[in-house]
């Protein structure tokens, strides 16, 4: 698994709760599913950017009890200089960075 997308790491260390391994899981694969997207050559820049940034959302619900584990803006950030998305794409992912 390609070293990509920080979202898996607000979720360290070794005392887990069975909850937040599952969480953990799911970072894992939206950063995965992302990096994907982005590869296929078929899919539109604009589709993965909504895919992942609906992905985000949901982890952003789910983690709503784990308020420790709330993705950062900054993950996010991160993920776009890993990338180079375009402005408009990248604005989006930015966009959904702030409400966060």
């Not at 799911?26 to 990096?35: E, G, K, T, V």
């Not at 890993?82 to 960075?97: C, D, G, I, W, Y």
Request: net charge positive; glycine share 2%.
């Amino acid at each position: 698994h390609p070293a990509f997308p920080p979202l898996r790491h607000y979720l360290r260390g070794k005392h887990l709760t069975r909850d937040e391994r599952a969480l953990r899981q799911d970072c894992l694969n939206a950063d995965w599913s992302f990096l994907q997207d982005l590869k296929d050559s078929t899919i539109n820049l604009d589709d993965a950017v909504s895919n992942f940034t609906q992905l985000l959302t949901s982890l952003v619900d789910k983690t709503a009890p784990l308020r420790r584990f709330v993705p950062k803006r900054a993950d996010i950030l991160g993920v776009t200089r890993e990338v180079k998305l375009p402005m408009a794409q990248r604005n989006k992912l930015h966009s959904t960075a702030q409400r966060l």
